[in-house]
């Protein structure tokens, strides 16, 4: 089933200017067009928007910081595809040494993640300091 952009945006809870500009840098490929010329986006699209909307709104990613981890999601679901599709075909050793390949995606994700949680978590932790403060100080 194809979509028009206003269904997508509704779906995604973005606006159509932020789907068209997801498109022109890259983070979601040209979706197909009508015979008017009217953009036709597809499950994969809208899908694809919804992992964007997390990464940015719960890990808090900047713009760039989405690109990147979407980037390393898309190499590790490339890796993915290809080590199903060889699996049978390979010994065990063989599919140790693919899966060795994975480490470094997937590491380069979690530590994307680490890194916005140490700083979430320093932020916490002045914001506690403070309420402490403001409790003690309501105390006397």
Avoid: W
């Amino acid at each position: 089933m194809l979509y028009k952009i206003d269904d997508v945006a509704k779906e995604c809870g973005l606006t159509k200017r932020s789907i068209r500009y997801y498109e022109e840098i890259g983070l979601i490929p040209p979706p197909e067009r009508s015979e008017g010329g009217f953009r036709l986006y597809s499950e994969m699209h809208i899908e694809r928007l919804k992992k964007i909307m997390n990464v940015r709104d719960v890990l808090g990613f900047s713009l760039q910081e989405v690109q990147e981890y979407m980037a390393i999601s898309e190499a590790f679901e490339e890796f993915r595809q290809q080590y199903r599709e060889s699996k049978d075909s390979m010994s065990e050793e063989e599919r140790r040494e693919k899966l060795l390949g994975a480490e470094p995606i997937l590491a380069q994700q979690l530590n994307m993640i680490d890194e916005k949680l140490k700083k979430m978590n320093e932020i916490r932790s002045e914001m506690n300091e403070m309420y402490q403060r403001v409790i003690k100080a309501l105390e006397k």
